[in-house]
């Protein structure tokens, strides 16, 4: 059984940063692509940022493409998500997840392993 560990998320203040951190069991992921998600109260979980295989390729959601990164470490099969800036509505659980190809797709359903996922809320 593969797990997916997030970690990182807290409650913070609007324009803070954070760092959440993703590990899979087993270094299952090192060949694929990973992405982190988020999903707000009363909102469709939605894609975030993805990075390929070998961290070659970087996609994001339009509204956090200026202040969040994505980057992996191969060797420990770990991701990472830095947050700069960050905003009230950015507040949302956020998982991370392994995709089933070596890229990162915005689509959910290209994803085989989910972590359970870490809160960030953002306060005004």
């Known amino acids: 059984q593969v797990q997916v560990t997030e970690s990182g998320g807290g409650s913070v203040q609007a324009g803070s940063s954070l760092r959440l951190s993703c590990i899979a069991s087993r270094r299952t992921g090192t060949n694929n692509g990973m992405a982190w998600f988020r999903q707000a109260p009363g909102r469709e979980r939605e894609f975030v940022a993805g990075?390929?295989?070998?961290?070659?390729?970087?996609n994001y959601l339009d509204s956090v493409k200026d202040r969040f990164t994505i980057s992996r470490d191969r060797s420990s099969g770990t991701a990472y998500l830095q947050m700069n800036s960050l905003k009230p509505e950015d507040t949302a659980v956020y998982y991370c997840a392994i995709s089933r190809t070596s890229f990162a797709s915005r689509t959910s359903d290209s994803y085989r392993y989910w972590g359970q996922g870490t809160q960030v809320t953002v306060a005004s």
């Open positions: 990075i390929s295989w070998n961290g070659g390729a970087t």
